[in-house]
């Protein structure tokens, strides 16, 4: 089994190709919509690519929300603007962490995507380097490119012939890193995607939340092919679906042998109208189509008897995966003779026929489709094609929150690459290079924190996505244990009691700042914290709630009034006094006044 | 196209575009189809091809040949065509002209070319299956290079179309410089017998998004239409539902790059045309078809005419040099103006004398309005009424400045006798000027 991975972070940075704004928020209403159409065109190398033509026989009709964040651009009304150098600068900066070349000269190509996901019928996507690699415990895995593209549009409804989309997303940067097929099983699969994960996440400058990394995983087995899987929310998942591709690709590994044995390829049956058999049927599916004008077309195949039943997935079958091609043409799905036909209230008498008419033998099955003519005709040619594929076809396969997958569309080839030509091609000169900061690689980042905190804060502050606020109050003079202290376990805490920040980097460098200045003691900064997630300036925190620190002449009158007794001054004023400076004055006083020893 | 280090390396091991071949690199070996160099950049960089589909660019220190390219012919479904443009007589005539619509990636110098002829456009949009369609590249350039040449080859094909019996005539023409041809067609073509529908798209075709099919196929249905004057069919909204059919005098490109960019100035597109629901809707009203005897068409143009744009600041001796000019369309400012100073402001920088000496010397000069929307009265202030006794042509016009250049060019073909010049002008030929502005509340 080969498992490489496909990683797409988006960046925390302006659009690709626009100066719209990254920021989106689910709660956001749109201000109005588009309605539009696509088609495939050809490539540079005067192909049609397949995923294209599969996606155009659905001929659908595209609906697309427009949010206040979209420009012309993304409604593809006006020519892309140059590429971010924000955007760039970071994937520049990411290749050198991941040990990759640099290309000398940047392309932006159209890669074509005609599911109505960009409103353009291509997503811009060009590839920044090559050849890197990324050490893990099993070893160096290989990255074969790092590509900086845009975000699609996101998906709301999908019906066989329209699609509903928002845009506010459309056009957001996406970091891509593609690993080798090194990947040796589902643990190291775990491994390589956190690791990558982190690196970026380190970075400070990615988008955080869900949705804003997604995981494709690439499996392929010994006699089957690459199939790339898509949409795996969760990494723990990333292993059992691997696991369960390599099922699958080894079960159709077995399917095809058993095929070949038998020499029916290629199968050259005929469809043929069987809806006469079923013109007073009681079959509730075949009666509701046929009322509502549909044809029944049966096929024959061969041989096939048994092998359609036949699991490949847990709850899949062979003849599943013939369903899926059928559904291509816009029909519901098939009946095949491998299912127990009398549960959709087909009579045996009705089976017989069908047999008769299709010529089916005992060795024989065959698919059945209701639809309308032209569409169960198409439907059956497609179960045709892929009943004569004599191998694994190349596919793209939606994960199932089950572990298992299902068809999307053909594997896309080379053809659906074409120039963009909106986009002058970028060279990467010195220049460019010179004002890019190549970030501290994990590793030296991890033992870097390890210096300044304890190890386990290290480890919990290398994952946070406050690591940017941290390494900003550290730079300010902040204690670093009491900065990640308060960044991950105070925040937490009151954000568990329903505190919430709206900017907790400009809160905690105006806390900290004042801290400095020695206004109030440590004890108090949860306290101070909490009266400043209502926006509340931290001087006046200090002033309403009299969290001041006592300190001076007040101190002094403050031990003395409560007799020199350390531990009762630090239960009534814990948040008001230093107790090093308390103890101090404690020690002092009783040395000068013998009443108090 | 590739700098002579590349191209040496090239020639010595037989390689040409489109070969498998593996490259040497800084960061390493990598194999892939060599690619076309774009023009632009550093010449010295190679453009490889991946496997994954991805172009990249390259500084290369070795490059080995692997496999030569398949011979595969890319062009699609051309055999079908050959006996196109044989006799139009009952069909939809289509001519192509180049630009958008008809454009495919030029991966040389990785700009968007016009390209493809009419009859691959044709085999490439299969609703077009429903009409009965003949078609012709007449040339195919961008139509910013356009001059009264190619709309005098435009007007003569149109008229031979017309002549071999064509239902009507669709003509393929890039964006930028469409309304010109329409307005110019609009006076070369009268009392047309069929309708002449100018189409293009502002999306190129090599996109998936593209409006050109619908465009295409609406202009085409509009062509079988009962009506007989130059008109523009282009997407009437963003969406991609229908298109409007502009009267070709009145319609301007109002946006660089949206689809719905054509709007109908001064009035309402004279049809709604949505193929799709087989829908195609008066909005206002037509010249009917004329009879093909009383169809008349002049090819005598002059293109010795030129706009000029008022601002602030305009010099005299730029208006004193247009004196080699037959006529000059100024696009004015308000209702129809230019500097003319006629409070003797010692600060103000006048054109007026200059204007004078200009119609004085026989240049024909006619206003029209920079607003676009509007009517010149240049009754109203002194500026216009000094510019109405210089000799200024086009008070009372509601011409767009396209409209009143194409017609200037085209009268001036016709006469020079400046009193036979103004009568012409001011006469409407082809709905470039009405005798009341409507009042749109949607606007």
């Known amino acids: 089994m080969k498992i490489g991975i496909e990683i797409h972070q988006r960046l925390n940075t302006s659009k690709l190709f626009c100066n719209c704004s990254s920021d989106i928020s689910e709660d956001e209403k749109p201000i109005c919509m588009i309605h539009r159409r696509l088609h495939p065109v050809l490539s540079e190398l005067g192909e049609v690519d397949e995923a294209s033509k599969s996606e155009h026989l659905k001929r659908r009709d595209f609906e697309y929300q427009v949010f206040k964040n979209n420009c012309l651009v993304e409604l593809d009304e006006e020519p892309p603007h140059p590429m971010n150098d924000d955007a760039l600068n970071l994937v520049l900066s990411i290749s050198a962490q991941l040990n990759a070349t640099l290309v000398s000269e940047i392309h932006t190509m159209r890669k074509t995507v005609i599911d109505g996901s960009n409103t353009s019928g291509f997503q811009r996507t060009a590839v ?29 409804s999908n019906s066989e012939n329209q699609a509903t989309y928002r845009l506010d997303r459309l056009g957001i940067p996406l970091i891509e890193i593609s690993t080798a097929p090194d990947i040796k099983d589902g643990d190291h699969l775990r491994e390589v995607a956190e690791k990558i994960g982190l690196m970026l996440r380190s970075t400070g400058k990615v988008a955080r939340g869900l949705g804003t990394i997604r995981q494709d995983i690439n499996v392929s087995t010994e006699g089957g092919t690459r199939v790339e899987i898509k949409g795996a929310q969760d990494l723990k998942m990333l292993g059992e679906l691997a696991k369960g591709e390599a099922n699958r690709q080894t079960e159709l590994v077995k399917i095809i042998f058993e095929i070949r044995s038998k020499k029916v390829l290629p199968i050259d049956s005929l469809s043929v109208d069987l809806t006469s058999i079923f013109k007073s049927t009681s079959a509730s599916l075949i009666k509701k189509g046929l009322d509502s004008g549909s044809s029944i077309l049966g096929l024959l195949l061969p041989k096939h008897k048994g092998l359609l039943g036949r699991e490949i997935q847990s709850g899949k079958r062979y003849g599943t995966e013939m369903s899926d091609y059928a559904k291509l043409a816009g029909v519901k799905g098939i009946i095949h003779s491998d299912e127990q036909l009398e549960k959709y ?57 089950d572990g298992t997958t299902t068809f999307m569309r053909p594997i896309p080839g080379k053809a659906r690459m074409y120039p963009e030509t909106d986009i002058p091609c970028v060279p990467i000169t010195s220049e460019l290079l010179s004002s890019v900061s190549v970030g501290e690689s994990i590793d030296a980042k991890r033992s870097r924190l390890e210096k ?19 390494e900003k109050l ?101 948040l008001q006094v230093d107790p090093a400076e308390v103890s101090q004055l404690v020690g002092k006083l009783k040395c000068e006044n013998p009443a108090y020893r | 196209m590739y700098g002579p280090k590349i191209e040496a390396q090239l020639k010595a091991k037989k390689i040409v575009i489109g070969d498998r071949i593996r490259v040497q690199s800084q960061g390493g070996e990598f194999e892939g189809l060599l690619m076309p160099r774009p023009l632009s950049g550093d010449l010295e960089i190679l453009v490889l091809k991946l496997d994954s589909g991805y172009n990249v660019g390259l500084s290369v220190s070795d490059v080995s040949l692997i496999d030569h ?4 012919s890319s062009s699609p479904g051309a055999s079908d065509l050959s006996s196109d443009s044989d006799d139009p007589s009952g069909a939809v005539s289509i001519l192509g002209c180049g630009g958008t619509i008809a454009s495919k990636i030029e991966y040389k110098t990785g700009a968007v070319y016009p390209s493809i002829s009419a009859s691959e456009l044709r085999a490439s949009f299969p609703q077009l299956a429903n009409f009965n369609v003949r078609s012709k590249q007449v040339f195919s350039l961008f139509s910013e290079d356009f001059g009264t040449y190619h709309w005098k080859l435009i007007a003569k094909e149109v008229e031979d179309q017309i002549k ?3 239902q009507g005539v669709v003509i393929m023409h890039g964006t930028d410089t469409m309304t010109y041809t329409a307005c110019a067609l609009s006076f070369m073509l009268q009392k047309l017998p069929v309708p002449v529908v100018l189409v293009g798209s502002q999306r190129s ?72 629901n087989s829908r195609f809707e008066s909005l206002s009203p037509a010249l009917p078809k004329s009879s093909k005897s009383d169809f008349s068409f002049s090819d005598k143009i002059n293109e010795n005419v030129a706009i000029v744009y008022a601002h602030p600041g305009l010099k005299p001796s730029f208006i004193s040099k247009l004196s080699d000019y037959d006529g000059v369309v100024f696009v004015g400012l308000g209702l129809g103006h230019v500097a003319t100073n006629p409070f003797n402001d010692p600060n103000v920088i006048s054109v007026f004398d200059e204007v004078k000496a200009l119609n004085q010397s026989g240049v024909a000069t006619v206003m029209a309005p920079q607003t676009i929307s509007g009517r010149i009265c240049m009754r109203v202030y002194t500026t216009g009424r000094l ?4 000799g200024m042509i086009g008070d009372g016009a509601d011409w767009t400045p396209e409209a009143a250049y194409a017609k200037l060019c085209f009268v001036l073909g016709q006469t020079k006798d400046p009193k036979k010049v103004k009568e012409l002008m001011m006469k409407n030929i082809a709905g470039e000027l009405t005798s009341c502005s409507v009042f749109d509340s949607d606007e």
């Open chain 1, 474 to 574: 550290v730079e300010l003079g902040v204690e670093p244990m009491l900065a990640a202290n308060t960044l991950e376990n105070t925040v937490v805490a009151l954000r568990r009691d329903g505190f919430e920040f709206t900017d907790l980097e400009k809160t905690m460098v105006e806390l900290f700042s004042e801290y400095k200045k020695g206004s109030f003691v440590k004890a108090a900064v949860p306290e101070v914290l909490k009266y400043m997630t209502k926006g509340a300036r931290v001087d006046a925190v200090l002033k309403i709630y009299r969290l001041h620190k006592i300190t001076g002449k007040d101190l002094e009158k403050l031990v003395s009034d409560n007799g020199c007794n350390l531990s009762v001054i630090m239960q009534k004023h814990r």
């Open chain 2, 387 to 390: 510019l109405i006794d210089a």
């Open chain 2, 205 to 276: 075709s090599d996109r998936p998004s593209s409006e050109n099919e619908m465009n295409l196929v609406n202009a085409v249905y509009a062509a079988t239409k009962d009506f007989g004057e130059v008109s523009v069919c282009m997407h009437a909204t963003t969406n991609d539902t229908y298109c409007h059919i502009h009267r070709g005098t009145r319609v301007r490109k109002m946006h660089t790059s949206r689809r719905d960019a054509f709007k109908t100035i001064n009035g309402k597109p004279l049809f709604l045309s949505d193929y799709g």
């Open chain 1, 345 to 401: 209230g087909i009579t045996s008498g009705e089976i017989e026929s069908v047999k008769s008419a299709l010529s089916v033998g005992s060795d024989d099955a065959f698919v059945m489709v209701v639809a309308n003519e032209t569409a169960a005709k198409a439907a059956l040619k497609n179960v045709l094609v892929r009943a004569n594929m004599d191998y694994v076809p190349g596919e793209t396969r939606r994960a199932n929150p």
């Open chain 1, 128 to 156: 920044i380097s090559l050849n890197g690699h990324v050490e893990t415990s099993k070893g160096n895995v290989g990255i074969t490119s790092i590509a900086l593209e845009e975000e699609s549009a996101g998906i709301i």
């Open chain 1, 452 to 470: 300044l905190l304890n190890k386990d804060l290290a480890a919990t502050m290398l994952k946070s996505r406050n690591l940017h606020v941290f």
């Open chain 2, 164 to 166: 071999k019996g064509a």
């Open chain 2, 69 to 72: 390219q398949s011979k595969k």
